[in-house]
């Protein structure tokens, strides 16, 4: 028999306004598949990001799994760094949260201690796009998988909204990107009959889950949509998205493109080449995606 082998995978979160980022974590820690080596968490106050991060892993007994706060700031803009993530409020066992080094110090350490990681981002690009300037000889060859980014229209993204300048650098320079934009992401959308018959009243864990998901609605009033679940998804299975190659770069001007995709292939051409490693989500297996986290989400 052969021996079964998990594929690494280090994980950049924003974990703790919207429940998606929490949905992928719990479907990570749920699948034997994924070796979890690490975990940094990106925009406005990291370290607060990194605890309910850190009391998660715990939860699912995974207090192992080292948690770095990584940047807050942008590369250029500056948001309000005083606020706390939206669910903050659902920490209940705060647990300490080494800062021994900073986001991008602790990827490229997690990079050269395993050369078959998988990033999956899940936030603004900013921690990535710092390991890049710092040593783009090693970030280039890693496989990165990145929510992010509008590919049917010229408008611009949540995450890459809030670094475009990171975004710009990950994107130019990844040589192994795939990304899952909102025009694919958004059909994760979980209607709250789902997530009662997932998140059943004598599972603890879950339980906490859905005070976050109640706190989300409240303060956002956004449908429960899992975006970042689909990376996690599609880690366990490939099959459940459509992918197609391309050349994208991320508009840095403009009033109303700022952070948006922008393809650099050839529109004259009926059939271009490309010969960039990019690729981009541009269709779901809902019922499937659906069915995977009914499976994983547990």
């Given at each position: 028999?052969?021996?079964?082998?998990?594929?690494q995978?280090?994980?950049?979160t924003?974990?703790?306004?919207?429940v998606?980022?929490?949905?992928a974590?719990?479907m990570?820690?749920?699948?034997?598949?994924?070796?979890?080596?690490?975990?940094?968490?990106?925009?406005?106050?990291?370290?607060?990001?990194?605890?309910?991060?850190?009391?998660?892993?715990?939860?699912?007994?995974?207090?192992d799994?080292?948690?770095?706060?990584?940047?807050?700031?942008?590369?250029?803009?500056?948001?309000?760094?005083?606020?706390?993530?939206?669910?903050?409020?659902?920490?209940?066992?705060?647990?300490?949260?080494?800062?021994?080094?900073?986001?991008?110090?602790?990827?490229?350490?997690?990079?050269?201690?395993?050369?078959?990681?998988?990033?999956?981002a899940?936030g603004?690009m900013?921690?990535?796009?710092?390991?890049?300037?710092?040593?783009p000889?090693?970030?280039?060859s890693?496989?990165?998988?990145?929510?992010?980014?509008?590919f049917?229209?010229?408008?611009?993204?949540?995450?890459?909204k809030?670094?475009?300048?990171?975004?710009?650098i990950?994107?130019?320079?990844?040589?192994?990107?795939?990304?899952?934009g909102?025009d694919?992401?958004?059909?994760?959308?979980?209607?709250?009959?789902?997530?009662d018959?997932?998140?059943?009243?004598?599972?603890?864990?879950?339980?906490?889950?859905?005070?976050?998901v109640?706190?989300?609605?409240?303060?956002?009033?956004?449908?429960?949509t899992?975006?970042?679940?689909?990376?996690?998804?599609?880690l366990?299975?490939?099959?459940?998205?459509?992918?197609?190659?391309?050349?994208?770069?991320?508009?840095?001007?403009?009033?109303?493109?700022?952070g948006?995709?922008?393809?650099q292939?050839?529109?004259?051409?009926?059939?271009?080449?490309?010969?960039?490693?990019?690729?981009y989500?541009?269709?779901?297996?809902a019922?499937?995606?659906?069915?995977?986290?009914?499976?994983?989400?547990?």
């Open positions: 028999m052969s021996e079964f082998i998990k594929r995978v280090l994980i950049d924003d974990l703790g306004d919207d998606d980022d929490a949905a974590l719990i990570a820690l749920n699948s034997p598949e994924l070796d979890i080596i690490g975990i940094t968490t990106v925009y406005q106050d990291t370290l607060a990001r990194a605890e309910m991060v850190s009391e998660l892993c715990g939860m699912y007994g995974r207090p799994i080292p948690v770095c706060p990584g940047f807050g700031l942008p590369l250029i803009e500056r948001p309000d760094m005083a606020a706390k993530p939206v669910q903050y409020d659902i920490l209940s066992k705060k647990r300490p949260v080494p800062r021994e080094c900073d986001g991008a110090e602790f990827i490229l350490r997690a990079v050269r201690e395993h050369p078959d990681v998988t990033i999956v899940m603004a900013t921690n990535l796009a710092a390991a890049f300037h710092r040593a000889d090693v970030m280039k890693v496989p990165i998988l990145a929510m992010g980014g509008v049917d229209s010229s408008l611009p993204e949540w995450n890459i809030c670094d475009p300048e990171a975004a710009r990950v994107t130019d320079l990844s040589g192994h990107l795939t990304m899952f909102l694919v992401t958004k059909y994760c959308r979980i209607e709250n009959a789902l997530l018959e997932i998140c059943l009243p004598e599972n603890e864990n879950l339980q906490y889950f859905m005070q976050g109640k706190i989300f609605q409240k303060n956002m009033g956004y449908p429960v899992l975006h970042d679940a689909l990376l996690i998804a599609y366990l299975d490939p099959a459940v998205v459509e992918l197609g190659q391309g050349d994208f770069t991320v508009e840095l001007s403009g009033s109303s493109t700022r948006a995709m922008v393809s292939m050839n529109p004259y051409e009926i059939e271009p080449a490309c010969k960039k490693n990019f690729y989500a541009r269709k779901i297996h019922e499937r995606f659906r069915e995977m986290v009914r499976e994983r989400l547990r």
